[in-house]
């Protein structure tokens, strides 16, 4: 399936199955906001759940917090997102239609990209088991002259953003003659700057009403608690806090479903540390989180770390882990060495102290801090978009699984009697009841179970049991595990051991060390 299409696929399938709709859609819908529905915020919350469990529940030095959206509006002027948390925008003459100016740039360089994927696909045709991929993209002339222009394409936007010259970025943009995607006209206006917080009001009269903005980064709650958290939880440097909630960003170019939305939610973690030990930290934290995605079993191919050239100017070293998203390597997840920026800055702005007093070296000092953040929407997309395949069977039907990592999928079992008669409905109905204890289970008795067996392989649920007329003779049924659609005979008390052993986050997790 061409990408483009495989995205299509991915949108109308999370429709179709209950995962995400579109917000208001009665109305219209509005753009880049979006709901989860029965299914979709069931596996949201697992894949929260996942990193909760991974960074708070297995780090004894981790604890959690969940502070506020609103916070003090001079937060924000500390942090710098009044002054600098900006988009570069440029709108085309003729379509008036408005795009992100670096977003134009790097999807010329995505279309450069997917030439260099067209060169591995044929030179893997030709040399099949032979093929050594790395040689070949070491090597291949082609494929290097693609890389260098790529590289000097991105290098060159990167320098005139972080000087702000915009008129760089639009000569860039001309140089490279970029069409309007929509009109496919060259006619752009000049770059200017977008600040992409969303302001509101705090306060029942107009006249003292507080200008507030809604946070466009969970961080900064965790900076102003830092000392709160430290002093009452009596933690001890490296310590860390983590924390999930909503984001909000007036995102330009708000597109790629719930890739880019104006309100999302990220899980972050602020890991807070001695002044000079950051590069080691930094090195722990790419590991680290590497192996919490590669955990889930989605293919160490799909990721790959882009470290940044571009550092914005509080950090000494950041880095994204990409994820192959249907349109292409994405940013999925950030590690940021933070430095003492945000503290000091808070100091500086609240006029209180934020130093940590550090018994073993008798010194106070304001700590470092190495930060850990990803979009749980994009982890959703990452999941959800990886999970679902077509497949030929032999008899020359296809069938549609999504085939979620267990751990995350929103029903673990179905539960089908295979006739609506002679007292199955009722065992199968005992069956639910027992598991619902541990499991999110369903019950469903509804058409053939060949239709129901291909309606929970779309759904993503790793197990479908089937009571049967043995079933009345010796208690057994069958369990159809949805990945290989093998079927097996087992006790009906044995079924919650054999669901645990493959749901159970332990088992997932494990596979980190
Ligand atoms: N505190 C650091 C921070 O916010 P960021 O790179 O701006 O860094 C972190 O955002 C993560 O949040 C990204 O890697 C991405 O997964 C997610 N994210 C950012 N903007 C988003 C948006 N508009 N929609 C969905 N996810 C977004």
Redesign the pocket.
């Known amino acids: 399936m061409a990408n483009e299409d495989q995205f299509k696929k991915v949108i109308s399938h999370a429709k179709e199955y209950g995962y995400v709709f579109q917000s208001s859609e009665i109305y219209d819908g509005l753009s880049a906001v979006y709901d989860y529905a029965q299914n979709g915020a069931e596996l949201k919350k697992n894949i929260r759940d996942y990193w909760w469990k991974a960074m708070v529940q297995m780090h004894d030095n981790i604890v959690g917090i969940d502070a506020s959206i609103f916070m003090h509006p001079t937060t924000w002027k500390a942090s710098g997102h009044v002054d600098a948390f900006n988009d570069p925008l440029i709108d085309n003459k003729d379509s008036k239609k408005r795009y992100r100016a670096d977003v134009l740039v790097e999807d010329y360089c995505a279309k450069i990209e997917s030439k260099i994927e067209k060169e591995i696909k044929k030179a893997q045709k030709r040399f099949g088991d032979a093929f050594n991929k790395d040689e070949f993209v070491s090597t291949n002339p082609r494929v290097l002259g693609y890389q260098e222009q790529i590289n000097t394409i991105l290098k060159r936007l990167g320098q005139s953003l972080e000087k702000e010259d915009l008129a760089d970025v639009r000569a860039l943009i001309e140089g490279l003659e970029i069409a309007c995607p929509l009109s496919g006209s060259r006619e752009w206006t000049e770059v200017k700057q977008f600040n992409l917080m969303f302001g509101t009001k705090l306060g029942a009269s107009a006249e003292h009403a507080m200008d507030l903005y809604l946070r466009p980064?969970t961080?900064q709650g965790i900076f102003v608690n830092f000392l709160n958290v430290q002093k009452t939880g009596r933690m001890k440097i490296p310590f860390g806090i983590a924390q999930t909630g909503k984001?909000f960003?007036n995102?330009i170019v708000a597109r790629q479903f719930?890739?880019?939305?104006?309100e999302?939610e990220?899980m972050?973690m602020q890991f807070f540390i001695k002044p000079g030990t950051q590069m080691d930290w930094f090195k722990h934290w790419k590991e680290e989180r590497m192996k919490w995605h590669l955990s889930l079993g989605m293919g160490e191919d799909n990721y790959r770390f882009h470290d940044h050239e571009k550092l914005a100017h509080y950090a000494d070293a950041a880095t994204?882990i990409e994820f192959k998203f249907p349109f292409g390597f994405k940013?999925?997840?950030?590690i940021?060495s933070r430095t003492d920026f945000d503290l000091k800055q808070h100091e500086e702005f609240s006029g209180k102290k934020l130093q940590y007093f550090d018994h073993e070296d008798n010194a106070s000092y304001t700590p470092y801090v190495l930060?850990t953040?990803?979009?749980l929407?994009?982890m959703f997309l990452a999941v959800f978009a990886n999970s679902l395949v077509e497949e030929e069977l032999d008899n020359n039907t296809t069938r549609t699984v999504l085939k979620l990592p267990a751990v995350l999928a929103p029903t673990k079992a179905a539960i089908l009697p295979l006739v609506k008669k002679d007292g199955l409905p009722e065992i199968a109905q005992q069956i639910v009841d027992d598991l619902k204890w541990d499991f999110n289970v369903t019950y469903d008795e509804k058409d053939a179970v060949g239709r129901r067996y291909r309606r929970q392989d779309a759904n993503g649920t790793p197990f479908c049991i089937t009571v049967d007329h043995d079933t009345l003779e010796d208690n057994t049924v069958t369990i159809r595990h949805r990945d290989t659609m093998e079927q097996k005979r087992v006790k009906i008390e044995d079924l919650r051991d054999i669901i645990k052993a493959e749901v159970d986050v332990k088992h997932w997790l494990k596979k980190m060390q």
């Not at 719930?258 to 104006?262: G, L, T």
Request: hydrophobic share 30%; no cysteine.
């Open positions: 980064e961080a984001a960003r995102e719930i890739f880019r939305m104006r999302f990220q972050e994204d940013e999925l997840e950030g940021h930060e953040s990803i979009g929407d994009r």
